[in-house]
C-alpha cells in the first residue's frame, strides 16, 4: 500500500461530517511539522482551520482543502461502511475518497517527497484547510483568508484540491468559477376568498410575469472562459393548503450563476428594476455566495498543464463549470487559483470512491508543480 492510500484511509476513517474535523488536521499537522512547518491552527466558532507554513519568504504556494465531508446518507445503501475505508478491485470506498480527502492525502505526500529532494527550497509552502467547506462556510477558509490579509501575508499560488476530473485524473483543472447569487423575494397581495377575486390581490398572478420576464431574459453571453449567466428559481411557495383561499404572500427563492461579464451589482439592479416595472409590492434580499474567479494565464496553470502532460501524457481541459468552491476566498485577494483532484462522478453519493491508482498520480501532478515552481 503505497503512502498516499495509507494516509487517505487514516483521514476517511475519521467521521468528519461537517463542521467536524474529528482529527483529521491535527494528522495531518503531525507530520508537516516532522518536515519544518510551522502550525497554526485557527479555530472559529463551531469550525477547525489550520495554516501551516514551510518558509518565510515570497512566493507563497499553497494546497487548500477541507477536512470535512457531507453525511453519508443511507448506511443500508453502502456496500461497506462509509467511514470504513475498504479497497476492493483497486478502488478506495469511503466518505470523502474523492471529495476531499483522497487530494489531502495526495497533497501532504507530494510535499513530503518534494521537500526531501529539495530541503531549501525557493519560497514558502502553505497548507489552508478548513472543516467547514460543506456547511454554512462562514467560519472557515473566509475567516482565515481575513487573517491572512490583516497581516498582510499574501498567496501568490494555491490548487484547491476539489475534485476536478472527470474520466481520468488530470483531465480537466478548473481554472475559474462563476458567481453565485441567490434572492430570496416575497411579493405581497391581499387574501381572500377564490368566489370573491374583487375582494382580494392575488400574488401568484401579479408576479407570475415578472417571473417568466426573469426567466426569459438573457443576461449576457458568456464569455470565451464562461458560459453564459444562468437564472433559476429554486423553491417556490404561496396558499394555506385550502382550494379555496387565494394567498396574500408569494415566496420566490432564485439564483444567478454569473460570469465575469456581469457583477452581482449589475443583476441586482436589473432584477429589482424588472420588479418595480411590473408595479409589485415586494420585499427582496440577497445573498453572495461568491464572486466569479478566472486564472487565465500564469505560472501556476502553466506548472500544472505542464506536471499533468509529464504523469498522464494529455494535457487537461481549462473548464469553469460546477458549482462553487473555497477558491472564490482566496482568489480576489490577488492569488493564482486553480482546482485539480481526482475524478468527481461518485462525490456526495453513496459508495463515494476513487481509484487507488488516481491518488497516486495525483499525488506526482501535485509533486510536478512544486518542482516547476519552487526547485
Not at 494528522?27 to 511539522?33: G, H, I
Not at 492525502?105 to 529539495?118: I, K, N, Y
Request: contains cysteine.
Amino acid at each position: 500500500m503505497s503512502d498516499v492510500i495509507a494516509l487517505a484511509k487514516e483521514l476517511i476513517r475519521r467521521p468528519s461530517v461537517t463542521p467536524l474535523d474529528e482529527g483529521c488536521q491535527t494528522l495531518m499537522a503531525e507530520r508537516l511539522a516532522r518536515i519544518g512547518f510551522v502550525i497554526e491552527p485557527m479555530v472559529f466558532e463551531d469550525t477547525t482551520n489550520l495554516w501551516a507554513r514551510r518558509g518565510s519568504e515570497g512566493p507563497l504556494f499553497c494546497f487548500a482543502g477541507h477536512t470535512d465531508v457531507v453525511p453519508a446518507g443511507p448506511l443500508d445503501k453502502w456496500h461497506t461502511p462509509p467511514f470504513e475505508p475498504t479497497i476492493k478491485d483497486g478502488v478506495l470506498y469511503g466518505r470523502g475518497a474523492a471529495d476531499m480527502k483522497g487530494s489531502l492525502a495526495s497533497m501532504v505526500v507530494a510535499v513530503e517527497r518534494f521537500v526531501a529532494e529539495h530541503p531549501d527550497h525557493t519560497g514558502s509552502i502553505a497548507f489552508l484547510i478548513t472543516s467547514d467547506e460543506e456547511g454554512p462556510f462562514i467560519n472557515g477558509t473566509t475567516r482565515v483568508i481575513d487573517t491572512l490579509e490583516a497581516r498582510n501575508e499574501k498567496i501568490r499560488w494555491c490548487i484547491v484540491g476539489e475534485p476536478s476530473s472527470t474520466a481520468v485524473v488530470g483531465d480537466v483543472v478548473k481554472n475559474g468559477r462563476r458567481g453565485s447569487i441567490t434572492g430570496d423575494l416575497l411579493v405581497r397581495g391581499v387574501q381572500g376568498h377564490v368566489a370573491y377575486p374583487h375582494l382580494a390581490d392575488n400574488p401568484i398572478h401579479k408576479a407570475a410575469p415578472a417571473l417568466a420576464e426573469l426567466a426569459a431574459t438573457e443576461w449576457d453571453e458568456g464569455n470565451a472562459y464562461f458560459p453564459p449567466t444562468s437564472f433559476q428559481i429554486a423553491n417556490i411557495s404561496a396558499g394555506t393548503g385550502a382550494s379555496n383561499v387565494i394567498p396574500g404572500e408569494l415566496q420566490v427563492q432564485f439564483n444567478f450563476r454569473f460570469s465575469t461579464e456581469l457583477t452581482d451589482m449589475d443583476i441586482r439592479e436589473r432584477v429589482e428594476a424588472l420588479l418595480d416595472k411590473h408595479r409589485l409590492d415586494y420585499q427582496l434580499s440577497w445573498t453572495l455566495s461568491g464572486q466569479p474567479f478566472l486564472t487565465d494565464t500564469g505560472a501556476l496553470l502553466d506548472a500544472a498543464v505542464a506536471a499533468i502532460e509529464a504523469v498522464n501524457g494529455q494535457q487537461p481541459a481549462l473548464l469553469t463549470t460546477g458549482g462553487t468552491s473555497d477558491g472564490r476566498f482566496i482568489a480576489p485577494t490577488g492569488a493564482e487559483v486553480i482546482e485539480l483532484g481526482p475524478v468527481n462522478a461518485t462525490i456526495h453519493k453513496v459508495n463515494e470512491c476513487v481509484k487507488e491508482d488516481d491518488l497516486d498520480l495525483l499525488a506526482d501532478m501535485y509533486q510536478g508543480v512544486l518542482e516547476r515552481l519552487l526547485a
